[in-house]
């Protein structure tokens, strides 16, 4: 199984970005999708999570800002970033959590490689 990131890059403060991640592989069930990140100098953190139903949890620092979604036909979740802000300078890890990728295999968790947003002032 392999996530690949996608939709990083340079953004003015106050401008949107939308990251891509998809998962790919012998892929049965993914429970739920996520986007992280490492500010620089800083621990990973967790930014926006979606289970497969749909039911989503965010950061403090991005609520009404950011908005997660998943395409599960796809195996693909998204992270639509607006009103972006240069604390919200960091490389952006997409996981997937749970993915099994047969039926009554142990499941496992993926991550992406990692794309850069960078917000300048």
């Known amino acids: 199984v392999q996530l690949q990131a996608s939709g990083g890059g340079l953004v003015q403060a106050g401008g949107s970005v939308r990251l891509s991640c998809t998962a790919s592989?012998?892929?049965?069930?993914?429970?739920?999708m996520g986007w992280y990140r490492r500010p620089p100098g800083k621990q990973r953190e967790l930014v926006a999570r979606i289970s497969s139903g749909g039911s989503t949890n965010y950061a403090d620092s991005v609520k009404g800002r950011f908005t997660i979604s998943r395409d599960n036909t796809k195996n693909t979740v998204y992270l639509q970033m607006s009103n972006l802000k240069p604390e919200d300078t960091a490389v952006y890890y997409c996981?997937?959590?749970?993915?099994?990728?047969?039926?009554?295999?142990?499941?496992?968790?993926?991550w992406g490689q990692g794309t850069q947003v960078t917000v300048s002032s």
């Open positions: 592989g012998n892929i049965f069930t993914i429970d739920a």
């Open positions: 996981n997937a959590d749970r993915v099994v990728t047969r039926p009554f295999a142990r499941p496992a968790d993926y």
